[in-house]
């Protein structure tokens, strides 16, 4: 029966001293991984947030501009004592009515 012959356990890697290093120092394998993700995601969502106004905004000057274009040359001027005649006059057509009541279902008192 053939003898095995001695290999190492598991694999060796190019990066074996590096990898030993990184076990020497946590803060390489845990602390600057969150480090550049909490950064990175700071500037990526103040980007996003940007856009999302820039965005809003141009939509809202764009409804600006059509309503200046458009509505303010065909407006009426507003009076309130105009508006108050004109309420005046339709409140004297609703006086001819009468109040008339209904009977109550039966059951009801």
Known sequence: MPTFQSKPFGRQSTLGPLAA???????????????AIMIGGSFGLAQLTQTRYDHRDMRN?????????????????LSLQEEYWRLQAKSDDDDDWEQVRIERPPGVQ
């Open 61 to 77: 000057t764009k409804l600006a501009k059509e309503d200046a274009l458009g509505i303010d040359k065909n407006r009426r001027k």
């Open 21 to 35: 290093k990184a076990k020497k120092h946590p803060f390489v394998l845990f602390g600057l991984p969150f480090l």
